[in-house]
C-alpha cells in the first residue's frame, strides 16, 4: 500500500510539473488520471520494489548530484583529450567487478558508467561488466562509482 501511495504522489507531482495549470478542475482531472494509472498499476502487479523505489529515493538524489560533477569532469578530461593537437586515445575493453546485491543497482551502476564521457558498459553480467574505455586514465573513476551506488542499494 504504501508503495502505491508513493507511486500515486510521484505521478501527481509529475503531473503538477508538466501541466502548469492549476485550476480547481484541472487539478482534480490531474488526481483522477493519477488514481486510475496507479489503479492499473495495482492491478497488473507492476507495483513492487523494482519500478517504485522508495528505499533509494533519499541517497538516489545525493548520488545524483555526485553523478553530475563527475560527468562534468569527464566531460572535461575528454574534451583535454581529444583536442590535443596529437591525441592519444588508448582505447581499451576492462572487466569491471561489481557489488551490487540486485539487479537495479548493477543497472544503475551500468548506466552510471554509460552516462560518463568516455567510458560505455557494452555487457552486464550478474558478478561484472565490460567497459570500453577511450584512455586507461578513466578507468580509475569507476570503482569509486560502484561504491556509491552499492551505498546506495543498500540504504
Not at 24 to 40: D, E, N, Q, R, W
Not at 41 to 46: N, Q, S
Not at 92 to 102: D, E, G, K, M
Request: hydrophobic residues 50%; contains cysteine.
Amino acid at each position: 500500500m504504501a508503495k502505491a501511495i508513493a507511486l500515486g504522489v510521484a505521478l501527481f507531482v509529475f503531473w503538477l510539473a508538466l501541466s502548469g495549470h492549476y485550476t480547481p478542475f484541472l487539478l482534480a482531472m490531474g488526481l483522477l488520471s493519477t488514481l486510475l494509472c496507479v489503479f492499473i498499476a495495482a492491478r497488473m502487479g507492476l507495483i513492487d520494489s523494482e519500478s517504485v523505489p522508495t528505499q533509494l529515493s533519499g541517497h538516489l538524489l545525493v548520488y545524483w548530484a555526485w553523478l553530475a560533477v563527475e560527468i562534468v569532469k569527464s566531460n572535461w578530461a575528454v574534451g583535454r583529450l581529444i583536442l590535443t593537437p596529437s591525441p592519444s586515445l588508448r582505447q581499451q575493453f576492462v572487466l569491471v567487478p561489481t557489488t551490487q546485491s540486485t539487479e537495479m543497482g548493477r543497472v544503475i551502476f551500468a548506466n552510471s558508467i554509460t552516462l560518463t564521457p568516455g567510458t560505455v558498459t557494452v555487457e552486464t553480467a550478474e558478478h561484472a561488466l565490460l567497459v570500453h574505455t577511450l584512455h586507461p586514465s578513466f578507468i580509475p573513476s569507476i570503482a569509486p562509482m560502484g561504491e556509491r551506488v552499492s551505498a546506495v542499494e543498500g540504504a
